[in-house]
């Protein structure tokens, strides 16, 4: 399975963006999609996952209320619709994707990935 994240870009303070997050070779709909983001020298943050069976959706305190995640599996995508943008989400967002259907405990896990994305640049100016 190949995935690729794109939609990032740069935008002001305040702003919306919609990340997308597509597979080829393989379907997303089945077991557990996750975003998250990265920042020069540190670590990955964990933003929020879905899964599928049964439906459930886990979100990062830092994502709550902000972002949200959705699907489109006509489409065999994954979206990050993020509004309000601050600077500090200035980051490389990542998708990742893994058949297994995790328990919401452990959606935050990346080593539960097996599969992810190049990253799309996100910038918010001031």
């Known amino acids: 399975v190949q995935l690729q994240a794109f939609g990032g870009g740069l935008v002001q303070v305040g702003d919306s963006l919609r990340l997308s997050c597509t597979a080829s070779?393989?379907?997303?709909?089945?077991?557990?999609v996750a975003w998250f983001r990265q920042t020069p020298g540190n670590e990955r943050e964990y933003l929020v996952a879905?899964?599928?069976?049964?439906?459930?959706?886990n979100y990062a305190d830092s994502a709550k209320g902000r972002f949200t995640i959705s699907s489109d599996n006509a489409k065999n995508t994954v979206y990050l619709q993020m509004n309000s943008l601050k600077p500090e989400d200035t980051a490389v967002y990542y998708c990742?994707?893994?058949?297994?259907?995790?328990?919401?405990?452990?959606?935050?896990?990346?080593?539960?990935?097996?599969?992810w994305g190049q990253g799309t640049q996100v910038t918010v100016s001031s």
């Open positions: 070779g393989g379907t997303l709909g089945t077991g557990s």
């Open positions: 990742a994707a893994d058949p297994r259907g995790w328990a919401l405990s452990v959606l935050s896990a990346s080593a539960h990935y097996t599969f």
């Open positions: 879905i899964r599928w069976r049964p439906k459930a959706t």
